[in-house]
């Protein structure tokens, strides 16, 4: 048995995080992934339920913004390497707050410290495209300047990821002198189906969100990008979809690993933590 690995799943709102955790969980209840539970799971009510209208061929609803709950999964692959996966449940509010309001609750805090791992959820689809400061050259925004400081500055999606990385970093006690070994690294690009591409995963992130891939190649050794549909088609909260309920949450999904290879288990991404890790 190898030393144990604290897994933190990072993701704003409405990046999948909780319908990738229903369907991880309804994967290990049936046995069909390289991961077996090792012992008893706490806290699976969010997924539970998620995973109750998944049965229903329905999807559920986003997790309140003022929820922070830990689901801590006890986890081994065949190997018998061992990993503790804390599965936080929140409202992707959370981490969008950490950013505008510099804040970090002693929650946040305490799961970064610990953490051996970072996946961080990014669903593409849902980011937005426009430019900023840093994606064209400042003269661009000089004749609307008057305008800007009316409005106010925000910045993209692709730089508020880079800042959050950077506070958690930061918080984490880790320094930029050189690429980082630990944490490790993973980023998924989730709702994959949405986004319609024959693209890698690495190639899609870094032709869509330069900066941030720039950012990540830069401060980590070997920065992983994974492709995930957790339900590989999209689902009404209201209208059934009969052939999912059917045939069982279960037998959808899938990942996109580095190298372009499709796979219908979706644990892999933290399955390849484990495997690396040792």
Known sequence: MTSQRTI?????????????????????????????MSGAPTNLEAFTTALSCLTEGKSTDHTPANVYVESVWPITDEAGRYAELVWPDYGGEQVRNLVTQRRIPAAWRERVLEATDWVLLIRLHSLRSEDDLFSRPLQSFAAAAPQDEQSGYEPSDQARTVELLQMLLYLAHFHLDRPLRKPRLTIVLSCWDELETTELPPDLLASQLPMLWSFVRSNWVSPIVIGLSALERALSKTDPDLEYAARGPEEFGYVVLPDGVKNTDITLPIQRLMVDGT
């Open 8 to 36: 933190l799943l990072v993701g704003e709102s409405n990046a999948g995080k909780t319908h990738f955790g229903a369907q991880f969980l309804k994967r290990l209840m049936v046995k069909g992934c390289a991961l077996k």
